[in-house]
């Protein structure tokens, strides 16, 4: 299996500049998350999906950021503007649920700085 | 609502010796806990996990842990750390008593071993 696959993994950028962070889950897997991970803060669930369909976004900080999972393979998590602040590592996972346990299955996260 | 805590934000052993991570536990319903392990410039791999079935859980790499419901704990022991140890670990709680699919993360603890 390939696992949960993120691009790009650095991104250096601009403030004011568009990002996106892509994701692509394991394969069936029927849930997807985006966690942001800081020094400060730690690790900060900012929004999940169920079938595609967001569940949670309580965790996303501001409007300018947004997610869209528009089919059950591909998600992205887009900042606009972006700020120095969002300087982060940004980790997409996946999990099956409805089975023992929610083992939840890590990307190996989007590197993110902004200048 | 679920919550972990971690004590201790860095822990530092000698190789060879033993190797305790702590990690308290808050929920209103029966728990799932994880430990993951995050090493340099990676996502997070899973550990170990208990999903209500025996108390005494056994994971990869030669660690262990024990839910202690009277404790509300989650240790993560190892009898005999090496130096492909180090890195930063991670215990969490399934919300909702398993039944969603999302993860709450303590902060973390950061293992350094020694020679």
């Known amino acids: 299996d390939a696992g949960v696959i993120q691009s790009p993994r650095h991104e250096v950028t601009e403030m004011g500049q568009e990002v996106t962070l892509r994701c692509k889950p394991i394969?069936?897997?029927?849930?997807l998350f985006w966690y942001r991970q800081t020094m400060m803060r730690g690790l900060e669930l900012l929004i999940y999906?169920?079938?595609?369909?967001?569940?949670?976004d309580s965790g996303m900080p501001e409007d300018r950021f947004s997610a869209k999972m528009p089919n059950a393979s591909f998600s992205t998590l887009k900042i606009q503007p972006s700020e120095p602040r969002d300087s982060a590592v940004y980790f997409c996972?996946?999990?099956?649920?409805?089975?023992?346990?929610?083992?939840?299955?890590f990307g190996e996260g989007s590197w993110l700085t902004v200048v | 609502a679920q919550s972990v805590t971690q004590l201790g934000s860095h822990v530092s052993v000698s190789e060879g010796a033993l190797v305790l991570l702590r990690c308290n536990y808050s929920?209103?319903?029966?728990?799932?806990l994880f430990w993951y392990v995050q090493y340099p410039n990676q996502g997070l791999q899973l550990l170990l996990k208990?999903?209500?079935?025996?108390?005494l859980v056994k994971g990869i790499n030669g660690f262990e842990a024990e839910f202690k419901k009277s404790e509300t704990s989650f240790h993560l022991t190892k009898p005999s750390a090496h130096m492909s140890d180090a890195a930063e670990y991670f215990c969490?709680?399934?919300?909702?008593?398993?039944?969603?699919?999302?993860?709450?993360f303590g902060k973390g603890t950061k293992l350094s071993v020694k020679p």
């Open positions: 996972a996946s999990s099956l649920a409805r089975t023992s346990g929610n083992t939840i299955y």
């Open positions: 394969s069936g897997h029927d849930y």
């Open positions: 999906f169920n079938n595609n369909v967001p569940i949670d």
């Open positions: 929920s209103s319903v029966p728990p799932y």
């Open positions: 208990y999903t209500s079935a025996a108390t």
């Open positions: 969490a709680v399934s919300g909702y008593g398993g039944s969603q699919g999302n993860l709450i």
